[in-house]
C-alpha cells in the first residue's frame, strides 16, 4: 500500500473544511449573551417548537433515559437553526 494516499487525502478535507466556512453566517447572541440561530435569528427556547413540545411532553411522562429519540430530534433540529449543541 501506498502511505502518501492518507495524508493526500486529509489535507484535501481540511481545504475544504476551511473554503465553507465563510458561508455559515456569524454565530450572534441576544441581550442575554444567549446563542440565537445562526440562519434563524431566534432565541433556542423558540426554536424547534415542534420538537421541543414533543420532547418535553415524553420527559415529563416518561423520564429523560425513555425519550433519547426525541431529544435527538429536537438536538439535529436545533443544529438544522445554526446552534451548536453538544
Not at 63 to 68: I, K, L, M
Amino acid at each position: 500500500g501506498h502511505q502518501g494516499g492518507a495524508g493526500f487525502f486529509s489535507s484535501l478535507g481540511q481545504m475544504g473544511a476551511t473554503a465553507s466556512a465563510p458561508e455559515l453566517p456569524p454565530i450572534t447572541f441576544d441581550d442575554k449573551g444567549k446563542q440565537l440561530g445562526r440562519f434563524t435569528g431566534k432565541k433556542i427556547c423558540c426554536s424547534c417548537p415542534d420538537t421541543k413540545g414533543k420532547r418535553d411532553e415524553c420527559v415529563v411522562q416518561n423520564g429523560e433515559p425513555n425519550c433519547v429519540d426525541f431529544i435527538t430530534a429536537h438536538k439535529d433540529c436545533l443544529r438544522k437553526e445554526g446552534f451548536t449543541i453538544a
